[in-house]
């Protein structure tokens, strides 16, 4: 079956640590995978995928089929990331989100 | 710049009350998705649309929960009777379909079912 899996709900950093989000898929295929986040009071929108090879915000993620992995990564955490990421798999036209890891970095 | 609208953004009633949450998605956008977000579910999909045509609805409690599209600017998401285990936020999501496959949220409404 097709599942995204977050471990970890919560997050904390400081300013400037090094932020890694973790995402684990189960996916029989070529996996088509998104990280979108929600900032407080906004609404869900996408960050980034993986067919772009993007770096948004100083975010990257890499897919490692492997491992079954597309961790979101950023070598330096800002007080503005604090937010809620969420991790998705495309399964036709549909997104099998994860249950979300909220993000805190303090000054 | 174009964007998801939904309507109401808050929604607090009592349980037996027939809820409807409209969704306007953004113009030329040909599929439509409503999703469900609780603290223990995340995110889940309840249904979608495309060319206002249903082709999924799995997600969704079939004897209490209805969605359409009356025209290609509204989609609706129903519920009757509601109760308290259907508090979530509930959004809209539209798509163009495109390679990219990008879907674009609105802001959620926010249902309390007393």
């Known amino acids: 079956a097709q599942r995204v899996t977050q471990p970890e709900k919560l997050l904390s950093v400081f300013k400037g640590a090094p932020v890694e989000l973790k995402c684990n898929y189960s996916y029989s295929g070529s996996p088509e995978l998104f990280w979108y986040v929600q900032y407080s009071r906004q609404r869900l929108q996408l960050l980034l995928r993986?067919?772009s090879r993007e770096s948004i915000k100083g975010f990257t993620a890499d897919l490692n089929k492997g491992e079954t992995s597309f961790h979101l990564k950023k070598p330096f955490a800002q007080e503005e990331d604090s937010a809620m990421y969420y991790c998705?798999?495309?399964?036709?036209?549909?997104?099998?989100f994860g249950t979300g890891t909220r993000l805190q970095v303090f000054p | 710049d174009a964007r998801v609208t939904q309507t109401p953004r808050d929604k607090v009633t009592e349980m037996g009350q027939e809820v409807t949450m409209r969704c306007q998605p953004i113009l030329g956008h040909n599929t439509v998705f409503w999703y469900r977000q609780t603290m223990m579910q995340g995110l889940e999909l309840l249904a979608y649309?495309?060319?206002?045509?249903?082709?999924?609805d799995s997600g969704m409690p079939k004897d209490r929960f209805s969605a359409e599209m009356p025209d290609a600017t509204l989609a609706t998401l129903k519920i009757q009777p509601s109760e308290p285990r259907d508090s979530a936020v509930y959004f809209c999501?539209?798509?163009?379909?495109?390679?990219?496959?990008?879907?674009?949220f609105g802001p959620g409404t926010r249902l309390t079912v007393l």
């Open positions: 993986h067919i």
């Open positions: 649309f495309r060319n206002r045509a249903p082709l999924d």
């Open positions: 999501a539209s798509g163009s379909g495109d390679y990219y496959n990008e879907q674009f």
């Open positions: 998705a798999l495309m399964n036709t036209d549909k997104l099998i």
